[in-house]
């Protein structure tokens, strides 16, 4: 799996290990030191990770399309929102003006959220989903059901 993968989205934010020093230890070859000090440590929690994509996706689909909402979804507890195809606005670098997002691919965000049950992780990451917004947005609304 690749970081921008979904299936890596839904298990990041579950990882409490130092991820710059498991990954420094792979590539040095001393990975089997890190079990000797504990081993890796993890959220037992459950997580689902929901993409939002643009119309079109895995097609054709346009871009610069304006996101919002992303304050508002940060807000709910446990939830991660990873930015996959977007860019910050050129208008606003530079300016101390809030950051505006336009859409730049055809994953555009992936919405993760924890939860004691997958119920609870599937009803807080959906709550945040509903708080973003850009034209011709879609996601998946079975996220997280063949767990239940």
Not at 61 to 71: P, Q
Not at 109 to 128: F, K
């Amino acid at each position: 799996m690749r970081f921008g993968d979904p299936e890596t989205q839904a298990i990041l934010p579950r990882f409490k290990s130092d991820l710059v020093e498991v990954m420094m230890a792979t590539a040095e070859g001393t990975l089997s030191k890190i079990g000797k000090l504990g081993g890796l440590s993890w959220d037992a929690r459950a997580c689902v990770c929901v993409v939002c994509s643009s119309k079109g996706y895995p097609g054709e689909y346009e871009k610069e399309k304006v996101v919002t909402g992303l304050d508002e979804a940060a807000k709910v507890n446990d939830v991660v929102i990873f930015h996959a195809g977007t860019k910050r606005a050129p208008e606003h670098q530079g300016t101390g003006a809030p950051v505006q997002y336009l859409t730049n691919g055809g994953r555009v965000l992936g919405v993760t959220g924890l939860g004691a049950t997958i119920e609870e992780a599937i009803d807080r990451t959906y709550s945040a989903v509903e708080k973003i917004n850009f034209e011709g947005m879609h996601y998946r609304l079975d996220i997280g059901e063949k767990a239940i």
